[in-house]
């Protein structure tokens, strides 16, 4: 039951953080054209992606949920991964946006009205601060990523909050760029982490949380066990990973004995988070194919 609930919570968490900033992006449209501010109308745009990106990962993750079938054997979990990488995509872009932005502003200055600036960023620090909050603890990478989405946003909007206090004091007009540039480069370092992360898993590489050559040392330590190879572990979305090898048994005699061996290596696997295992065993009078291109 507790699986269950983790995987109603994620989609609760993505459909909530998709209608907050869709509902706060019309209202930053109006807001930006009512105090005549271009800053604001920008970040309206970049919401909008976010907006799009969130819709995409809460129905990717909602999509991942499903049960396999024959045309997806394992399932629908990588639907889940394939939302975090275009949420990661879209981030990118959008960050590229603002930093052409800021980079423009910086050499043409342009006042803002600050009391405008004041409101929204309040609204938008309370809004955003508050759906990134529910997604902070999801273990997906669709959550992780998505949550940076929003991230990017309190801290912008933090930024706007800060700028608009200082510019009703003192008309600093390269201040809003200068730390607009400073928050989208420090988003983009943590997005391409997410990223790298993100297309390891694509790309079928080894858990960081699992060891490999652990895992191969302990089922080796069974008795009748003498040898094993084509031995693969991969993640299907950085939570639930997969498990396959060929055990190679000596002084087999009764059929009771590989099932024993097997039994053992289950109890082994069993405390890591291997949601699929494939023990494939082989005699020491067999020969295998692929041991001669599968050797550890």
Known sequence: MGHDHSHN?????????FFLNLGFTILEFFGGWYVNSVAIMSDAVHDLGDSL????AWYLNKKSKEESNSKYSFGYRRFSLLGALINSLVLIIGSIYVISE???????PEASDATGMIIFALIGVAVNGYAAYKLSGGKSLNEKVVS????????????????????????????DPA????????????????????????????????????????????????????THIWSLEGEHHVFTAHLKLREISEFSEILEVKKKVKEILKDYAFEHYTIETELDSETCELEKAHKH
């Open 102 to 108: 800021a980079v423009g502003r910086l050499f043409e």
């Open 179 to 230: 730390l607009s540039l400073l928050i989208t480069l420090y988003i983009l370092w943590n997005v391409f982490k997410r990223l790298k992360e993100t297309l390891f898993i694509f790309l079928q590489g080894v858990p960081k949380d699992l060891n490999l050559e652990e895992i191969e040392n302990k089922i080796l330590e069974v008795k009748k066990v003498a040898s094993l190879h084509h």
């Open 9 to 17: 919570t994620s989609g609760k968490n993505l459909k909530l953080a």
């Open 53 to 56: 990106s969130l819709g995409s």
């Open 148 to 175: 940076w989405h929003l991230l990017e946003d309190v801290l912008g909007w933090f930024a706007v909050l800060v700028v608009a206090v200082i510019l009703s004091f003192k008309e600093i007009l390269y201040l």
